[in-house]
């Protein structure tokens, strides 16, 4: 049986994951996980999210091998380039599955929670896709940081309400679109961003980004004629880690979730609930969960989906965490080397295949592209003088 098999029916991978929410949301997650075995189940359903997949996402995405920085490093670099799908990251592939599934159930509005702002734009454009509405959650301090999505987001025809409540920050946004969907679910569908929440989000979320997984798996066999020795990913809820760990669970591969230092969750292996999950989160010595530091406000979350907690206690993956400084340095070097400028979150998998090179040399190691650096050049014009 496969290590990414279903999870219980109530939701756990291990001891993590379940379905931790008030009474009042209990019937939400049971409809929605409802629908989503039946149209899962269903092959119109999977070709209709197939056909849109590929003639609007533009999958399948390509495998692009980094010759010069593969030189350089002493091993074969390939990239698994999520960042050339529509909107510049992996986030298409989930929302574009919860969207036509919202729509399958006879929801009219999406609901989203966003942090930079990438989850947010992705789902606006599912909704102006769709011919829905939608409603975006973001926390004050991120309405500000973040002007440009929240612009893109109006101009796809969406809603954005800024959350001033807690930190003001991500995990605020999630608690407000919480509440939004408990008061609007005849109409509504919460549309979560990553593999973490209650019961079925980790696994429906997964099941939606498996697509990247199964292309990169086929895509290396015909490559290299066989899996690659180490496949990384960099981990903020863990979704794109998730989709492409799903093509090699199973093979012998060397499995890497690269956390920001500022938001090492699964490496401090402190499990607690949050957000209607138990998973490893940052939490201080009384248990209260603490804010996540990162350059990339797209990992800048204090938790982790819970099937990374899972597969980090069996041994199965694991989840270094690399500085600010080191993922700086792979920003640049990705850009000069291969012309290719990465997302500051996907430049942590770089971070981390540089530093531990001395040990991989000869090795191929796939690395999930997960996003484009178009969003955070403003940002690193403050922090590079070029
Ligand atoms: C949102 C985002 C991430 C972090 O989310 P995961 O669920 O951990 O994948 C990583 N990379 C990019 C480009 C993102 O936009």
Known sequence: MSLMAEPSASGRFGEFGGRFVP???????????????????????????????????????????????????????????EDLNHTGSHKINNVLGQALLAKRMGKKRLVAETGAGQHGVASATAAALLGMECKVYMGA????????????????????EAVHSGSRTLKDAVNEAMRDWVATVETSHYCLGSVMGPHPYPWMVREFHRVIGQEARAQSIEMFGDVPDVVVACVGGGSNAIGIFSGFVDD?????????????????AQPGVVHGMRSYLMQDEYGQVQEAHSISAGLDYPGVGPEHSY???IGRAEYPNVTDAEVIKAF????????????????????????AAPELQGQTVMMNLSGRGDKDVAQMMDVLAL
């Open 141 to 160: 301090v991120d309405v500000e940081r973040q002007a440009l999505n929240v612009f893109r987001m109006k101009l796809l025809g969406s809603e954005v």
């Open 23 to 81: 009474e009042t949301l209990v019937p939400a997650c049971q409809e929605l996980e409802a629908a989503f075995v039946e149209a899962w189940a269903d092959p119109s359903f999977r070709a209709e999210l197939d056909d849109v997949l590929r003639t609007y996402a533009g999958r399948p995405s390509i495998l692009t091998e980094c010759t010069q920085l593969g030189a350089k490093l002493g091993l074969r670099l390939v990239l698994k380039r």
């Open 332 to 355: 640049q070097l990705l850009a000069r080397t291969e012309g290719i400028i990465p997302a500051l979150e996907s430049a942590h998998a770089l971070a981390w295949i540089v530093r």
């Open 252 to 268: 012998r591969s060397r499995l890497v979730g690269v956390e920001p230092a500022g938001g090492a969750a699964v490496s401090r």
């Open 311 to 313: 597969l980090s206690s």
